[in-house]
């Protein structure tokens, strides 16, 4: 397949942000997630139906664009949860990559990385802000974490580099 779906039409599902990693960045919301997190900041991304099926080869043009014209740190994917979809964003991360090779790339997920450090997908990932939002854990001072049992994780070709 060479749709994902994504939380919107690709232009309202893609924001910028200084709070979603370092630096500028771009986000991109897609829909689906398991998790179910009490009081997600984005609960419409959970059912995949509400979702806008999006061409990968089009959304990697816009996104290239995007990159050209601004002076951004890197893209961040977020949902729902990106890793729901973990072949897409396979798909959409490899052809971003022929563009921009050192392109930054963050995902947020519910998933740890216990769970997910096989995926092929993890292998282009350099952060990795993993567990699910919880809500009793809430820390509102925790640098990209909604929670303090969220991680991130530096990685390198899947492997940690840093846990903070």
Request: glycine fraction near 6%; aromatic fraction near 10%.
């Amino acid at each position: 397949m060479n749709k994902i779906i994504l939380a919107d039409e690709y232009k309202k599902a893609i924001i910028e942000s200084v709070v979603d990693g370092e630096g500028i960045r771009l986000v991109m919301f897609t829909c689906g997630c398991p998790h179910h997190c009490n009081e997600c900041h984005n609960s419409k991304t959970w059912d995949i139906k509400n979702g806008v099926e999006t061409d990968i080869d089009i959304l990697v043009d816009y996104l290239v664009s995007k990159f050209a014209n601004g002076r951004f740190s890197g893209i961040t994917f977020s949902g729902g949860d990106p890793l729901f979809q973990s072949s897409e964003l396979l798909l959409l991360i490899e052809r971003l990559k022929e563009f921009i090779p050192d392109v930054n790339i963050w995902c947020y997920t519910g998933y740890t990385y216990e769970n997910v450090k096989n995926l092929e997908v993890i292998k282009y990932i350099d952060v990795l802000v993993d567990g699910r939002f919880e809500e009793d854990k809430k820390f509102p001072k925790k640098l990209y974490r909604g929670s303090n049992n969220q991680r991130l994780i530096r990685l390198k070709n899947s492997e940690i580099l840093k846990i903070e």
